[in-house]
Nanobody, 116 residues
Framework: VQLQASGGGLVQTGGSLRLSCAAS????????MGWYRQAPGKQRELVAT???????NYADSVKGRFTISRDNAENTVYLGMNSLKPEDTAVYFC???????????WGRGTLVTVSS
């Protein structure tokens, strides 16, 4: 099982990006999926999560600006990011609880850079 994230890049303050993360391999079930980020010199932090039923949770810092969604048929989770700020600059990692494994799967990360 692998998670492949894409969609990062360089954007100006106030701009938008959409991240995607597709799970592939021998998959029987996917429960929670989510996005985390790690800025230079900082610890990895939760950005948003979504349950198999579509329930969502967001970090306070991104509420109202970011939207997490998923396509269960495609085993894909998305993160729509609007009104981006320089403090959103980070490597964004996707995460998923797949096949009821004790440890979650992680993608490699995609870099988002927001210029001021």
């Amino acid at each position: 099982v692998q998670l492949q994230a894409s969609g990062g890049g360089l954007v100006q303050t106030g701009g938008s990006l959409r991240l995607s993360c597709a799970a592939s391999g021998r998959i029987f079930s996917i429960n929670d999926m989510g996005w985390y980020r790690q800025a230079p010199g900082k610890q990895r932090e939760l950005v948003a999560t979504i349950t198999g039923g579509g329930g969502t949770n967001y970090a306070d810092s991104v509420k109202g600006r970011f939207t997490i969604s998923r396509d269960n048929a495609e085993n894909t989770v998305y993160l729509g990011m609007n009104s981006l700020k320089p403090e959103d600059t980070a490597v964004y990692f996707c995460n998923a609880h797949i096949n009821r494994r004790a440890l979650d799967y992680w993608g490699r990360g995609t870099l988002v850079t927001v210029s001021s």
